[in-house]
């Protein structure tokens, strides 16, 4: 009994992917519930053991920065403070309870189940897009993506209006195109906890990363392309053994890059276009950071960001911004040289697991571990539940499969 109990609680992943986005009811005009506001309770599912150590340490780290937050941070509107604070405590119980805990093992017969089942969510996000692309190109606009986003929990109008004016961009069951494709990255880390090759599915992935039109999206996959093949064939054993298919493989690779050039060197180019998207999440926000690395008052209370964004005037599309678009950058708003320590920290940790990667398995450890800072690049919304899972997930895995080093 306790065995089947298992399995249906871990089937219950994949298909979380598929209504990540979907709202079931809102708290005021802000807070959106979806499935994964109920996330801690769900992680009871699949735990088996928790160090409370670990969740003391973590949950330390978490109220040292609120505490830090609220006595340097500027307000600017202290009638969103409780809430957006409540949604950063929220976020690092669940990265401390994904960390401290042990979850119960996925027997090797279920194997198989969840791989359908993830297999089954990638063919019906990337048909989605492929099929919102098709109205795209033959109408001009997308009944599809109108259609779908008054289930989610913020509106597509911006893509929509993006659509209009000849832009080609999808968002399949997601609110956004970045989402999109920071989910499919996220699908594709899951799958590949597993260990085993999935060329058909790799290559559905990059198609929908490729329709959604994500920039960061595209740049992640030709990294961890690069990453698994320099893993798997930059040894002295691999070379010897492999070496035509490292040749083919590297050859293919470098004749997608070509085709993927144009689309690369123009949102490239997209950097120094003020008003741009690409402009707005990289180059825009640098003077916000400054600020808050150059002056004592440069910290923003939670809860203030739209307010201290706007005085700044930069501008996205037609209107002035009112979002930072961008992870790290948000960190070092609300924590300034804090966020920059912790980053660096990491990308240490990442670094050292890199060095012992080549010739073994561990090439997807290094994935995973990296998957997290490049993720901040996807979108600003990294206090949000539905963020908080696309990162999780691929983690919990990892650690319900038993691999060593997880």
């Known amino acids: 009994m306790s065995r089947s109990i298992r399995i249906c609680s871990y089937l219950l992943l994949p298909f979380i992917y598929l209504v990540v986005n979907v709202k079931l009811a809102s708290l005021g005009e802000s807070f959106p519930v979806t499935i994964v506001t109920f996330l801690p309770a769900i992680l009871f599912l699949y735990i088996e053991r928790i160090s409370v150590k670990k969740l003391m340490m973590a949950l330390g780290i978490g109220a040292g920065l609120t505490a830090f937050n609220y006595i340097f941070g500027q307000s600017l509107n202290a009638s969103k403070y409780v809430t957006s604070t409540l949604l950063f405590v929220y976020i690092v119980l669940i990265i401390a309870m994904t960390w401290s805990c042990r979850f119960k093992t996925i027997s090797q017969h279920n194997h198989r189940k969840l791989l359908r089942l993830f297999y089954g969510v990638v063919g019906i996000v990337v048909t989605l897009a492929a099929a919102e692309m098709a109205e795209i190109i033959l109408t001009g606009g997308s009944s599809l993506i109108e259609k779908i986003s008054k289930f989610l929990i913020y509106s597509n109008s911006y893509v929509l209006n993006f659509i209009s004016f000849g832009g080609k961009r999808t968002t399949a069951l997601y609110f956004e195109p970045a989402f999109f494709a920071l989910a499919l990255i996220s699908i594709w880390l899951s799958i590949k906890q597993f260990g085993i090759k999935t ?188 963020y908080a899972f696309l990162i999780v997930c691929p983690f919990i895995l990892r650690k319900a499969l038993n691999i060593t080093n997880s």
């Open 199 to 386: 060329a058909k599915t790799d290559a559905m992935i990059l198609l929908g990363i490729v329709l959604s039109g994500s920039f960061s999206g595209v740049m992640t996959f030709i990294l961890f392309y690069l990453l698994e093949w320099a893993f798997q064939y930059l040894n002295k054993n691999a070379i010897k053994k492999k070496l035509p298919l490292a040749i083919i493989s590297l050859a293919v690779f470098l004749v997608g890059l070509i085709f993927a050039f144009p689309y690369i060197a123009t949102r490239l180019g997209d950097l120094g276009t003020e008003g741009s998207s690409s402009y707005y999440r990289i180059i825009g926000p640098l003077a916000m950071v400054g600020h808050s690395l150059t002056n004592i008052d440069g910290v923003v209370r939670f809860g203030s960001l739209y307010e201290y964004v706007a005085s700044f005037g930069i501008f996205n599309g037609a209107d002035v911004g009112k979002t930072v678009d961008n992870g790290l950058y948000l960190l070092i708003i609300y924590f300034s040289w804090f966020a920059v320590l912790l980053a660096a920290w990491y990308m240490w940790k990442v670094i050292k697991m890199m060095r012992t990667a080549f010739g073994n398995n561990e090439n997807y450890r290094v994935q995973l571990w990296l998957f997290t800072p490049l993720s901040l690049f996807f979108t600003g919304s990294i206090f949000s539940p539905e």
